[in-house]
């Protein structure tokens, strides 16, 4: 069973912080906080070959530390090349559904020719939006980010609006490198404060077969805030 973390979340962080006093510029047209670190920009639809990360048995060790079960519906936001899309495919079977989601027009179309030809009928593919993963409210048994986070150049509106997805007892599960955003990373003090910033409370963090990279999944705890209520999270100096 995924383990539950103590009912006490410090939003202070060690080696993040939120943000003091704010100054102008400071948020974004729709009032939630700028992210205060570099976003990393979309390079590739792939992370690395598949045969690689099946050698490191990656895909079956996130679905297992995320408990993914037949009948569940899952989604995999910036989904690329459908690495995670097609095993979670395989893993759901046909009483569970995958939507696929990513923002390159151009990805989302070579993923929707694979899931055809490779008649993935429980799968679906959209087009996202940079800031709104677009996703139907209490509809996901979890909701996949997989080395894709510290692409997303507003993190807390983003959060926001994939947070009615959930179902109850829904987890967010990320995937991501102990580095800098800077350096397609996000350490995971940091990555815990813009969670917390949103409402979502971290219950598991594993390191993953590969050196330097972890896996976390959170849940959704407590309401909602409103965007004026969120407080930006600052990484500590390096």
Known sequence: MIRTAAAFVLLLLAGCGTAGSESEGTRTAN??????????????????????????????????????????TVADIGAGEGYYTIRLAQRVGKQGRVLAQDI????????????????????SVKLGDPADPKLPDRSFDRIFLVHMYHEIGEPYEFLWRMRPALRPHGI???????????????????????MNAVGYTRILREKMPEPGTYLATYVASGPRPAPEEIKGCVPAAS
């Open 104 to 123: 390159v027009p151009a990805y989302r179309d070579r993923l929707a020719e694979r899931v055809a030809r490779e008649r993935l009928d429980n799968v």
């Open 172 to 194: 967010v599960v990320v995937v991501d490198a102990d580095r800098p955003t800077g350096d397609r990373g996000t350490p995971p003090a940091l990555l815990d404060c813009e």
């Open 31 to 72: 009032g939630f906080p700028r992210a205060h670190r570099p976003v990393a920009p979309t390079v590739s639809g792939g992370y690395s070959t598949e045969a690689t990360r099946d050698r490191l048995r990656e895909a079956q060790e996130v679905m297992r530390l995320a408990e993914i079960e037949p009948g569940m």
